[in-house]
């Protein structure tokens, strides 16, 4: 049997749910920002936009959490004590966007880790055995649902153009 | 584990400047700098404590993107530039960060005497085996059959330079592999490289996505090496004997040599005698 890591340890405290959440949405803000700043200096707008929006929609949660929080004194976390082990759930990994990834793609990739925070809070809910955590989780998957929604009717009106990698006329080459 | 109530005083992003990196989307250097910012904010280090140094190369590029005092060098020559700064100002956090033909070809001397000397340094080598800012040639640590560049294309037919069994013979006095796939662990590890007196190498696997596209498959590739770190430097030879480069996420070896720390003396003499306790 292995043995249990503290991942796998429920949440039983309102202060320790709070920690992760910021953290959460500060990661997934900076991530939403860097990655539209990449797309940017790319010239690659439409994607830029996508993660754009996103930037905003968690900055807007962010700062309803700090709110939430502004008196509250939390516990620290170091970044590799926190339950859900690695990156953040909602932070896209930099290493998987390219500059020639179509809308699609863009949007795709967001979906995939607005639904891994909606699974992490919905975990955290139905591990507690704090009633006030589980109340607070569930609000939060709920949000992160509203998001998944966005993504997925930004993902269903995607036209044949936006599902086309970007060609690149002019690719990087080794000397020739 | 969450420690005793307080607020965190500093923020990963209070680390970052204004600039955007012009970096390609899904290079491992875009963790590096998420993972040095995170470890400075971990550490709590008032940004002004802190001096991140580099020479030339893409990887080169995270002194102008960070907030803390930067050095960006000439080729090769980063870490004479920490050394220096280091000596000057012991009391300075010094990062030196680059890429593995800065480090390891241009500056491949100053490397082996860095190790030697063991001043009080972390330095973090974005290893993409390839030159990347001049599109794509053969670096040292690149694999001899590897066909992708023009002035090479049969490969360079020359086993590639071990950067850990050469820093750990030349005195290094801690060493790790992290994968840029694991920014969270990367910020752990180095939080312990600097935290760990003496000179400090962390060997990042740090993909280039264009002119090396086929190392997307490291993130896959990479495994969490199964031991933990040893103080013995033959120990840690002999698991490197082994090693096929793609063991990570762990200390390899920490030292216990103290680092090198000149006591200066102030000389209140004339320039006369200062010259005088130097002459022939």
């Known amino acids: 049997m292995s043995e249990a890591t503290p991942q796998d340890q429920p949440i039983n405290s309102l202060g320790v749910l709070l920690a992760h959440a910021l953290a959460m949405e500060n990661d997934a803000a900076d991530r939403y920002g860097e990655l539209a700043d990449q797309m940017e200096m790319h010239r690659k707008k439409d994607v830029a936009s996508i993660f754009r929006r996103l930037e905003k929609a968690e900055k807007k949660h962010l700062v309803e959490l700090e709110e939430l929080t502004a008196e509250m004194d939390l516990p620290h976390i170091s970044p590799w004590d926190f339950k859900w082990g690695g990156e953040s759930p909602e932070a896209i990994a930099v290493d998987r966007v390219s500059y020639q990834m179509s809308v699609r793609g863009a949007i795709l990739l967001a979906l995939d880790h607005e639904k891994q925070a909606y699974g992490f809070y919905s975990r955290v809910a139905a591990q507690t055995s704090d009633s006030e955590v589980r109340r607070l989780a569930r609000q939060f998957a709920d949000e992160e649902l509203q998001h998944v929604a966005w993504l997925e009717e930004w993902r269903d009106k995607c036209g044949p153009d936006d599902e086309m990698p970007f060609d690149d006329p002019d690719p990087p080459l080794s000397q020739e | ?43 709590a280090l008032p940004p002004e404590e802190v001096a991140v140094v580099s020479g030339i190369g893409c990887s080169s590029r995270i002194p102008a993107y960070t907030s803390v005092y930067g050095f960006h060098g000439v080729h090769g020559r980063a870490l004479p530039v920490a050394t220096g700064l280091k000596l000057a100002r012991p009391d300075l956090t010094v990062l030196v960060t680059g890429g593995d033909g800065d480090g390891f070809s241009i500056g491949g001397n100053h490397f082996l005497h860095a190790c030697r000397r063991n001043v009080d340094l972390t330095y973090i080598v974005m290893d993409n085996q390839v030159y990347g800012m001049t599109k794509g040639q053969a670096s040292p640590t690149t694999a001899p059959d590897w066909e992708g560049s023009k002035l090479t294309p049969e490969g360079t037919g020359i086993n590639p330079f071990q950067p850990l069994v050469v820093g750990l013979a030349s005195g290094a006095n801690f060493i790790a592999r992290v994968s840029a796939s694991d920014p969270v662990n990367m910020a752990q590890i180095i939080v312990e490289a600097v935290r760990h007196p003496g000179f400090s190498l962390v060997q990042v696997l740090s993909p280039c996505v264009t002119f090396r596209p086929e190392q997307a498959v490291w993130r896959d590739t990479v495994r969490t090496a199964v031991v933990d770190y040893t103080d013995d430097a033959a120990r840690a030879a002999r698991r490197l004997m082994t090693d096929d480069g793609f063991n990570v996420g762990k200390v390899l070896y920490k030292g216990s040599r103290p680092p090198y720390r000149p006591e200066f003396e102030v000389s209140e003499g004339s320039i006369g005698e200062l010259e005088a306790r130097f002459a022939l």
């Open chain 2, 1 to 43: 584990m969450e420690s005793c109530v307080q607020k965190k005083k500093y923020l990963a992003k209070d680390y970052k400047s204004e600039l955007k990196p012009i970096w390609c989307p899904g290079c491992g250097d875009y963790t590096v700098l998420n993972a040095i910012t995170r470890a400075l904010a971990e550490m």
